[in-house]
Structure formats: C-alpha cells, structure tokens
C-alpha cells in the first residue's frame, strides 16, 4: 500500500477552509446565488472527506480484533470532550444552559447534535464510525454499502428532500419524531456510516488509480449534484443543504483524485485542520470584538469576503501556534518498540507475492494456487499471511482444523477454505455456518456427517497409498455412495502423494502409481456418469516435481513460504523462491570469561583460551530448537557468523563473540535468514536441528502476535 497520502494531508487543509466558509457565508455581500453555490454546494464535500478519511485509514475487512475501532472512539471521544469544555464560555453566553428541559436536551446534543452547532461533526464520526466497523466487518462491503446507502436515502427527505416528505403526512409525522431525537438527519446514524464504508472500500480494494476515470466520474456527478441542489434551492424543499443524491458518486471519485497525489507527507496538516475545525467559530467571535473595539465593523465584518479571509488567517495562524507548540512540547512516548526487543519474527510479505505470482506463473492456465495455511501459516502467522493473499487475489486457502478456519473467517477472509484435517461430526452446523468445506476422511466418517443433517461442502480425499486419511482408491462403490449422500455437497475429490519429494527411482515409480491410481478412479467416476468436480493432487513438491499434472487446484505450503524441506532436496522445476520468515534477536549482555570457564546448563562449554560470549534473549520457549545447542546452530550478528555455545535455555542463549569485533549491546542478531546467508537459511538451520523446514518453521507460532514484524510491499 502506498504511504504516501499527500493528497490527503494537502485537501484537508483545504477542507478545513471550506468549513469556514459554510459557517460564514463569504459571499453573501455580493450574490446570494453565489453563496448558495460556494456554501451550500460546493463546500459540502469537505465533511464528507474529513469522514471518508476516517473510515480510509480505519475501515477494513480484514482485522484481528476491535482494538483499531475503539483506540479511534477512544481518541475521539476526547478530542470531542476538549472542545466541549472549550466552548462552554460562549454556550453560558448564549444562554445555552438556560433552556428548557435542559438534562434531555445536553443528552441529545452531546449524542446528535453537538453542544455547539459545528461540534455535531465528532459524535457523527463515533457512531459512524461504529456502525459501518462493525456493518463491514459482520457482512461484506456490499451489505455495509447497501444499509447505510438505505439510512443515507431516508436521512435526505429528513434534509435536501424535506419539502418532498412533508407533504406526505405519515412521511412528515416521521420525520418530525426523529427531528425530536436529533435536530438534523445529517448525524452519525443517516448521515456519517456511508461516507466511512466509502473511505474503507477504497482502502480495502486500491489497485491501479485510474485518474482519468476519477477525473470523468467526478466532473459527471458534480455537475448532476449541481443541478440537484439549484433545483431543489429553486423549489424551495431543503430544509438543511448537507446531504444530496449525487454527493456520493462525488465523494467517490473526489477521493480517488486526491490519492492520486503523490509526494512527501505532511503530517502537521492533519492536527492543523483538526484545530481549525474546532477553533473557528471562536475566531469569528474574536473578529466581530476586535471590529467593535476598533470601530472597523463596516469592513471586517459587514464587508463578507474579508470577514472571511480574516476568520481564515486568524484560524490559520492561531492553529499553526498551537500545532507548532503541541509538537514541540507533548508529552513525547520514548520511541521504543517493546514487539523487538527480545526475539521476533519478520515477514517479508514482497517475497510473499513474489513467490505466488512465480508459482502461479508456472501453473496450468485453469489451476488455481490452494494457499496452505495451517499451523499458523507454517509459524509465519495466519492474520497476516491470509489477509495478504486475499488482497493481492488469492482466492483458496486450505488449513489443517475447524478452528483455523474460523479464525480466518473472522480476520475477514472470503475466500473457500478446505479443511484438510479431522473435524468432529458435531460441528457440523458450524461449518456450515462459517462455509467451510470439510475433507470426507473416510467411508465411515461421510456417512457419519451426512446424518447430522446439516448441508455441508466437502473434498472426498482418496487414499492412493500415503495410508493416513482418505477412502482408499480400490472402494469404488464406496465413493459412489458418497456422491449420492442427501447432505454432503462434494465440490472436490484429492488425494496426497507421499514421496514426491524424491527422485530415487522406486519413489518416482510409486508416485506415478498413486497418479495413475486416482486417474483410473476419476475415469470410472465418469463412466458412471458422475459430474466430476475439482480436482487436486500436488502439494508444493508434487508441483515442483510434477508440474505436467493438469488439476484445479496445487496445495502450496512450503514453497509459498519460499523454502524447500531440506537443503539437498532435488527439484524438477527450478525457479527462484525467495524466503518469508527470518527470526531475529538482540545482544543484551556481553561478558569476558577466562580459559577453563563453562557456560550454561552441565557445563557443557568449556572455554578453551579467554574469550568473550554474548547472550541473546530467546531460546527454546520461543521455537529455536534445543537440538541446536553445543555448536549446532549458527548466528549472524553484524557480519559475523558465530556459534550457539553451551544449551540453548528456555528462554536464551549464548554465543561465542572472540573472534569478531565492534559487537555491541542492542545489536540485532538473525537466527533465520531471508537475505541470502545460504548457512542460516531455514532448511540449513532445519539439518541441523534434525528436522525440516516445514516443522521448524511452524514453531514460530508460538511467537505472540505482536512479536511480528511485517515487511509491507510498496505500491508500485
Ligand atoms: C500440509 C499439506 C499440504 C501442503 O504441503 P507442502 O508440502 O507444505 O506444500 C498439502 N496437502 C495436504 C493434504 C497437506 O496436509
């Protein structure tokens, strides 16, 4: 994603002036006309912008949880309460507490309305914010965009439209029942959600910006909203001016020209125009004091494009102090970052897309790439990894239990996820509900499903001679039956090879074996006139090895992750893969130990000359393996490789610093390598804890979620 949102940061500003003139009207000296057409049409983009911005960097389908929602309302609501207090002098002044059933009143206003007529705008985006968060989140962007499209339809006959609705009598009724709730339907229920699932959706699906498209779609609907606001100015039906129909194609393609701009970062604009947002309408009473003390009334503020200008400059200047002074004298968090400072994991999510669009390219046309993400996306992490791939088009995902597959339902995947592994008949109803599909492990257990009574998708897995799950390839009849099965809705038929990673002849023999075996399957599936459904058979090195097969879909784990199983592997297909994860540490503590010295549990390192050892505060506990103990695992610090001495602990360990030089305290440390360090890529790290990739990988799931660190790509 591009983190350039200069646009964003130049329009605000720009937006902030627009308020100012809505709120003073800078032509009305001179052409009402003229004002209605600055004020009341072409400033009323500039709330909606303020809100689409909100709901751009906020909205999102996909999320791990509700922090981001409510750190937003959280600082919302404070922002809202400062300028409440803020402006308490001038509600005494106008009398504000005086009114009539005042405790209802301050609630509405607090709720709807703001306590001052501008102030409307930060309970707006609390709700707003809200409801499309959890709209988005619950369903899909379409519903989202269709309920708050219904509350913005109903929200314009209580505004631009009212003169429409008070004609009809029940409709006029209404209204007048929700104008005793909130003065406006301009607020956070009909007026606020659209605009922050506009911003969201942008955010969500950002490919190629297509300016020319924007510029066309944007010049179309202004012009339409244009029409529509002077028609009914003309004809006398608006009872506010904030809301019209053709202000939200506006506001689209109004949005997408400004991301269109590029450049550095302005990031004092945004508090900028925050402060004019709120501080103005004390600036326009500054300025009408300051007209009557020096007797200039007939030029400052009867004259309005120079009370304008003046509110403007004044707000300007007066926000820019307080910009200036906020960010010189804030209380300034130490930037310290507490997700590295022990031991993490980094996720190059460029090499991500890399790798699937090498695979993909290597694929059939016709065959889609399966993202194999179980075990937390093999220790790489399911939220960050699925999410990813979801966005840049991956559309199946397969995972080993039920319970992954709701978690990725919930981060906000859409895509179909297959259940590669055991699901307990009992949850039937859950996959349906989550539209999970379930692999038929064997005979027995699809029948077993299919009395629950609950329609649910499902693979039939073949058993072809792995001999772990599946309905072996010699029970014809038994698979037949399945098909027939009342509740079990079978969209594929797969079966898992168990040596294609080997080129010794009688493991390739055997593998064609098992190929040959499914083939014939399929064959007489159709001969007894059975629909085929997909197909699939290749895992990573069944397609690296296998890449004539012709399926619908390749099971991609290992090499998705850009990695192979063991370093001396034989690869039929080679291309480059570029690896995901690397694991990282720091030096915390350097000591010098004398010859004789031992170092750690059983003494198991003995120093043989003085020498200097450094600690790195990860072991074990954090999935590095103990095997790697003794001088079995390496370590790159700086340039230097050096070795583990001594066990590895639970929770650290030790290396032998002697012979480098310059290593300090805080250095980082690698123990996985991304970057070419061919001794401690994670296959050769792997050998040498005795395993393979695949399992050393996935013991990096033990790692918390904020002990991640994602190398995000930049647009392009
Ligand atoms: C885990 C798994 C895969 C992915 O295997 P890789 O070798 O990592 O590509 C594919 N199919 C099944 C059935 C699996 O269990």
Redesign the pocket.
Known sequence: MNKNYTGIDYFRFIASLLIIAIHTSPLTSFSETGDFILTRILARVAVPFFLMTSGFFLISRYAYNDNKLWIFVKKTDLIYGSAMLIYIPINLYNGYFGMDNLLPNIIKDIVFDGTLYHLWYLPASILGAVIAWYLVRKFDYQTAFIVTAILYFIGLFGDSYYGVAEKIGVLGGFYNLIFQISDYTRNGIFFAPIFFVLGGLIADNRRKNEFRKSICGFSISFALMFIEALILHFCNLQRHDSMYIFLLPCMYFLFNIILHFRGKRIKWFRTLSLIIYIIHPIMIVVIRLFAKLLHLEGLLVDNSVVHYIMVCLSSVAFGTAVTVLWTKYRPKKVMYDSATDRAYIEIDLNNLEHNVRTLKKAMPPKCRLMA?V?AQA?GHRAYEISTHLEKIGVRSF?V?TIDEGISLRKYGIRSEILI?GYTSIYRASELKKYNLTQTLISFEYADALNRQGVMVKAHIKIDTGMHRLGISSDDFSDIKKVFAMKNINVCGVFT?LCCSDSSMPDDIAFTRGQIDDFYNLIDNLKESSISIPKLHIQ???GFLNYPELKCSYV?????LYGVK?LPDDNIELQFDLRPVLSLKSQVVLIRQIEKGDTVGYGRRFIAERNSRIAILPIGYGDGFPRSLSDGNGKVLIDQYIVPVIGRICMDQLAVDITDTEDIAVGDIATLIDTEGCTELSADVVAKNSGSIS?ELLCRMGVMKNKLCKCIIPKNK
């Open positions: 194999v179980k093999y397969a080993a590669l898992h895992s990573s090195y099971r991609t784990g290992v090499a199983s695949n």
